[in-house]
């Protein structure tokens, strides 16, 4: 398996502007989340995002969702590589899905090592419990779903409802999944962003994700991220 060097971004360096369209549902959305008492962003909202990028049936559209899911897994890598320094399969999955954007790995090969990924990090990677905490289980599995993305993979294609059982406090009802919290579609089987968000976020100790950590996170995507993402959906191999 040949592996490829994950690459630095600079949105400075390049200077596509985002659609209009694009440009005004992020400014609306960020007041939102910044209006919310928990910056909460739903997964419902984040499809928006994703639609306003352009249909999956086109290519330039697909890339640049894919080059947000391999930013976003970048940004949490650190969280864990600090945690399990010796480590390396998350950073190998990035490159992967850098490859696979820059038409150097084969989608199908990128889906079977996704989903090989997916298996791995069930498995915590052979570490035991205790030593792998939670943000850095989640910022492991961001690198595995950005893999899934760059290959074209739809993260909520699977989620329609999560069923009561799996979350004893909805009374046996099904649970639409745009009403789940990213602590659970980051855990279960939500988009790059979900996973790395509570990476960022969760703490520890008070069992739960910080709001300002949140919405610090957010922030960054909504504007940093995807913006270079749309660079980097021209730039290619200079990305």
């Known amino acids: 398996m040949t592996y490829f060097l994950i690459g630095s971004i600079d949105n400075r360096k390049v200077g596509m502007q985002i659609p209009e369209n694009l440009e005004s549902l992020i400014n609306f959305l960020l007041m939102n989340i910044q209006s919310d008492p928990h910056h909460?962003?739903?997964?419902?909202?984040?499809?928006?995002?994703?639609?306003?990028?352009?249909?999956?049936?086109d290519h330039q559209a697909a890339?640049?969702?894919g080059w947000l899911?391999?930013?976003?897994a970048r940004h949490v890598l650190s969280i864990f590589e600090q945690a399990l320094p010796d480590e390396n399969h998350p950073r190998k999955l990035i490159e992967m899905a850098e490859a696979t954007l820059r038409g150097k790995f084969s989608v199908e090969e990128?889906?079977?090592?996704?989903?090989?990924?997916?298996?791995i990090s069930g498995r915590l990677w052979g570490h035991e419990e205790t030593e792998v905490t939670w943000n850095a289980y989640l910022a492991g599995t961001a690198a595995h779903r950005a893999l899934a993305e760059a290959a074209g993979v739809d993260p909520f294609m699977r989620i329609s409802w999560i069923r009561a059982s799996d979350s004893p406090d909805q009374?046996?009802?099904p649970i639409p999944f745009d009403q789940l919290p990213d602590e659970k579609l980051a855990e279960w089987l939500g988009d790059t962003a979900a996973a790395a968000a509570v990476a960022h976020a969760y703490d520890s100790d008070q069992l739960k994700s910080d709001p300002q950590k949140l919405l610090e996170f957010w922030r960054w995507w909504l504007k940093d991220a995807i913006t270079a993402a749309w660079n980097c959906m021209e730039a290619n191999d200079d990305c």
């Open 40 to 57: 909460n962003f739903s997964a419902q909202k984040r499809q928006e995002i994703y639609e306003a990028f352009g249909p999956r049936t």
């Open 110 to 119: 990128a889906i079977r090592e996704a989903a090989e990924g997916h298996e």
């Open 69 to 72: 899911a391999v930013i976003t």
């Open 63 to 65: 890339r640049a969702r």
């Open 171 to 173: 009374g046996g009802q």
